[in-house]
């Protein structure tokens, strides 16, 4: 559980953009046209750049690890409660975003060595 510690604020910033984030624009927000606005852009803009940015961080900090990879794949699964389905596309998406990031943030820890 010790171990798992270090890695939870990294796997909490990640959930927090495939759900709770809907969920509070929906309660604060009643327009549906801004709503819906701001779920295409969370979709197709801030959720992949958060992933990206996060998973570099995680790699810079630890190393290149499959385990994240399954564990985004997994957090993924609660946009399931946003949507009432699951979106290959966008999984594949964030996995790859999160493999460059990754990729990164190895790559930087690799050249300040």
Same mark, same amino acid.
Request: glycine share 4%.
């Given at each position: /559980? $010790?171990?798992?510690?270090?890695?939870?604020?990294?796997? *909490?910033?990640?959930?927090? +953009?495939?759900?709770?984030?809907?969920?509070?624009?929906? $309660?604060?927000?009643?327009?549906?046209?801004i709503l819906k606005g701001?779920?295409?852009?969370?979709?197709?803009?801030?959720?992949?750049? @958060?992933?990206s940015v996060v998973s570099?961080?995680?790699?810079? $900090? +630890?190393?290149?690890?499959? /385990?994240?990879? @399954? =564990?985004? =794949?997994?957090? &993924?699964?609660?946009?399931? +409660?946003?949507? =009432?389905? &699951?979106?290959?596309?966008? &999984?594949l998406a964030y996995e790859? &975003?999160? *493999?460059? =990031? /990754?990729?990164?943030?190895? +790559?930087?820890?690799?050249?300040?060595?």
């Open positions: /559980m $010790r171990k798992f510690s270090k890695y939870l604020p990294y796997y *909490l910033v990640i959930f927090f +953009f495939y759900w709770p984030l809907y969920e509070l624009i929906s $309660r604060t927000i009643a327009n549906p046209d701001l779920y295409v852009n969370n979709i197709l803009i801030y959720s992949p750049l @958060v992933t570099l961080f995680y790699s810079y $900090r +630890f190393k290149f690890s499959i /385990m994240w990879l @399954v =564990g985004v =794949g997994l957090l &993924f699964c609660f946009t399931i +409660f946003t949507f =009432g389905e &699951f979106i290959l596309f966008y &999984f790859i &975003f999160a *493999l460059l =990031g /990754m990729s990164i943030g190895t +790559f930087i820890k690799h050249l300040k060595k």
